[in-house]
């Protein structure tokens, strides 16, 4: 019989290395429950270009994320997103929520929030992959197994633009520029930076298709489920 994986594991890592795919397929052959934090950020970022306010005014975004209802799916092959019961799920892809969603995730007071509301779900799994950006060193500290994903820059712009359906060059370069923008500006805020957790297995995908780091992971899931027999 196969040893089942019980405990959390954390996918963290840049935009366009395949985070998301793996996450989902990671949880789905484990069988575990599968919580997307960035979907809980664009959720927020959405309530905030709803209210109007400036995304300037950190007060202010706080305050009417606080007084929002944000609800997220915790399974792997269906995609729940909702703000007052209204479903979001394609709405928080869109360009203008890609483009306002770092100020909103770099205030403190928002961040609070979402990762209490991440701790809630997690609690209520017995196995679950969590992807996001500050999971490891933040939101699950004790996680059973941390993975942070990574890729060259120019792969992962490729990697993208095939997601979103842009050949031209030009449109690459665009999309290669936004990237780095919105890495630079979560790897250097002030509260829960990215960057890998000490503990966490760095996997760089740049030459690896998504089943390869999908084996991987679940490879390194199998290993934790063998330590925790033995000892
Ligand atoms: O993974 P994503 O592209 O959907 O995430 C959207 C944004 O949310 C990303 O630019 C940074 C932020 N984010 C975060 O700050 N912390 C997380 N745990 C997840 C996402």
Redesign the pocket.
Known sequence: MTATFRGQITL?GP?GTG??SVARAVAARLGAAYL???????AATVVVLDSGVSLDDADAVARVVAGATIEVGTTADAELVQVEGVDVADRIRSAEV?RA??PV??VPAV?RQLVDQQRALVAAADAVVV?????GTV?LPDATLKVYLTAAPEVRAERRAGQLGLTTAAEIADLAEDLRR?DE??SSRAD?P?RPAVDAIVVDSTDLDREAVVDKVVELAASTVGAGERS
């Open positions: 963290d935009s985070k998301s997307d934090t960035g979907a809980m950020y664009r890609t969603v770092s995730s770099a961040r992807e996001g950006r500050d999971i939101v919105r500006y979560d829960s990215l």
